[in-house]
Structures are given as C-alpha cells and as structure tokens.
C-alpha cells in the first residue's frame, strides 16, 4: 500500500516536472519568436552516406544556456551545430557576438524550417547559415566550436572526427567539441588530437554533456607515432 502510494506520487512529480519543462521551452521559443518544439513521424526523403541518422529532438534549452556560459564564446568564434535540426542550439548561440553561426542538417524539411526560425530569430547578433548537406560530407574548415546533439551513429562520427581533423592541418587552431548525450564517446577518446575537458551531467535530465578541446597540433605531430600512444604528456 504504502509502496503503490509512493510510485504515484513519484510518477505524479514526473508528470508535473515534464508539463513544466514543455511549457518553459514553448515560452523560449516564443520569446524568441522560433519554432523548434514540433517532432514529426514524417521520414526524411534524403539519404545519409552511411545511414544511420537520429531523428530530430531539440536539446532542452536549459542544457544550451549552460553550455554557452561555460564555453564563453568570443567574437572570433564560429559554432556548427553538426545535425542542426530546426537550428534552436544556432539561435541561442546567435544572440551572442560571434563570428558565425553554421548548421548543418541532411533533413531539406529541418533545413527549411531551421532557415525559417534564422528570420524570424529575436535578437541576433551573429549571422546564421543552415546547409542542407550530409555531415559525412560537410566542410568543416572554417569552424572553432562544433556542437552534436547525438545526431548520428558510429561510422558518420568517425567520418566527422577525420573531417575536423584533417581541417586542422590546413587550417591550425584550438577547437572546441560539445557532445550532447554522448553515445559514441569512445570514439573522441580514441582520438589522439582531443583531450576531454570536462563531463557534466544534472539531477535535471539524463542526458550528459561531454566537452573536448584539441590538443596543440605541432606537439602531436613533432611526437613519433609510437610516443603518442605512450605516456608522453599532451599539450593544450
Ligand atoms: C537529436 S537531433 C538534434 C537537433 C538539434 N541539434 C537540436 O539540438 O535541437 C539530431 C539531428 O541530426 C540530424 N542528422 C542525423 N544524421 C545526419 C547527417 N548524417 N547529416 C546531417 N544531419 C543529420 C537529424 O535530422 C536531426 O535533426
């Protein structure tokens, strides 16, 4: 008895903390005059390289909040969001002062609807370009801050990861990963370009944030292959 009275309350408190978490994130959007709340059971009419894309489900905006507080994000910067959906993660970037805002998104339906809310967004500071393009062939040369809200599976991460890198020896810089629900974390692990900076989770919501930064190309690259596996120090 007393257990069933205790599984109701509790099942009562996720209700009652679900409806109001779903009402603060309709009143986001309307503040800032975007739509990104709607999920569809549409399929996508276009095609990934390697298929295995997650369908659309916008990050909590309290998750976004925090990470532009940590990451303090500077005019010099340009932030993708890698698998942007309806571009709610861009939106909240673009009312800070970057350098630009970039989304990239297979899903032509997202796209335009992401290019949408780029209008119709309150507050913009930084300029908002959404790409309708597969992230395992998108350009990723320009970017310092790379956002993923576990967009896809294994083989499209590892295809992104050997983007950015190779981006990095035409273009060396210090860049910056957030990766939302980090599923296939091991794979930044394995990367001996990135060190994790931090993980975060909340009492709030299950789903971690993960953060990476690289690690100072002309080290690793002066390193032996041999020495970078070994426990030689790596350098930010
Ligand atoms: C979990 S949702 C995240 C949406 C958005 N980042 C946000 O937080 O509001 C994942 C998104 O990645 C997109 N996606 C999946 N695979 C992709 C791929 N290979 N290339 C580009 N976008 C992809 C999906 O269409 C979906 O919009």
């Not at 996720?14 to 399929?43: G, K, M, P």
């Not at 571009?87 to 339906?109: M, S, V």
């Amino acid at each position: 008895m007393f257990a069933r009275i205790l599984r109701d309350s509790m099942s009562l408190t996720q209700r009652i903390f679900r409806t109001a978490r779903r009402t603060n994130e309709l009143l986001t959007d309307r503040w800032l005059n975007i739509h990104t709340c709607a999920t569809s059971d549409q399929v996508p009419d276009a095609e990934t390289t390697f298929g295995d894309p997650v369908e659309y489900d916008p990050l909590h905006y309290f998750l976004i909040w925090r990470c532009i507080r940590k990451l303090q994000p500077t005019p010099n910067d340009v932030v993708f969001d890698i698998g942007c959906g309806s571009a709610r993660i861009l939106c909240a970037f673009a009312r800070q002062k970057l350098r630009h805002c970039i989304g990239i998104e297979y899903d032509p339906t997202l796209s335009k609807l992401a290019r949408r809310n780029v209008i119709r967004l309150r507050g913009v500071k930084t300029p908002i370009e959404i790409r309708n393009v597969d992230a395992a062939s998108a350009d990723y040369s320009q970017g310092t801050i790379y956002c993923m809200y576990n967009p896809f599976g294994r083989d499209t991460m590892r295809e992104v990861l050997a983007r950015i890198r190779a981006s990095l020896d035409v273009r060396p810089r210090r860049v910056q990963l957030v990766y939302f629900s980090p599923w296939h974390e091991d794979l930044l692990a394995d990367a001996d370009w990135l060190r994790c900076a931090d993980r975060v989770s909340t009492r709030f919501s299950r789903i971690d944030t993960s953060y990476w930064v690289s690690v100072q190309q002309t080290l690793v690259k002066r390193c032996p292959h041999d020495l970078r596996h070994s426990s030689v120090p790596k350098f930010v």
